[in-house]
């Protein structure tokens, strides 16, 4: 694991869904206003998906939303159904972690920066998400 990177806990509100990433601790989060996420409130940031692992039985309890493009995986536990992570059309080799659903003392900083998702062609590029998962 890289010197500047910890590993976080986390998961869902039943605590059925549990996850580890390793990110580091100060990380930016990206506010989106496209459908889904503005509906959800969601602020997410992103890592390479070789540093996500789902752990114990989670991903029996996970069920998936996609929608217009089909790229983006909304993942959502089946019995509180929250989305603690989900594969984003702007990363697809990447996993979005809902900020909020990391385990305190692991997070020292949260960023956080707006992505047009109403607008997703236009501002993918200018953005700098892209970058995010590499």
Request: overall charge neutral.
């Amino acid at each position: 694991m890289d010197e500047d990177l910890v590993v976080h806990n986390g998961g869902c509100h039943c605590g059925r869904v549990r996850w580890q990433v390793q990110a580091p601790s100060s990380v930016v989060a990206w506010k989106c206003n496209c459908s889904d996420c503005s509906m959800r409130a969601n602020v997410h940031f992103i890592v390479p998906s070789r540093r996500f692992e789902l752990l114990g039985d989670s991903k029996e309890l996970l069920t998936t939303y996609t929608f217009g493009t089909n790229t983006a995986k909304h993942t959502f536990c089946k019995v509180c159904g929250i989305t603690s992570f989900y594969i984003p059309r702007s990363n697809p080799d990447g996993i979005a972690i809902t900020f909020r659903c990391v385990d305190q003392g692991t997070l020292s900083h949260v960023e956080i920066k707006f992505n047009d998702g109403k607008n997703w062609e236009s501002s993918y590029n200018q953005s700098g998400i892209a970058s995010c998962s590499v």
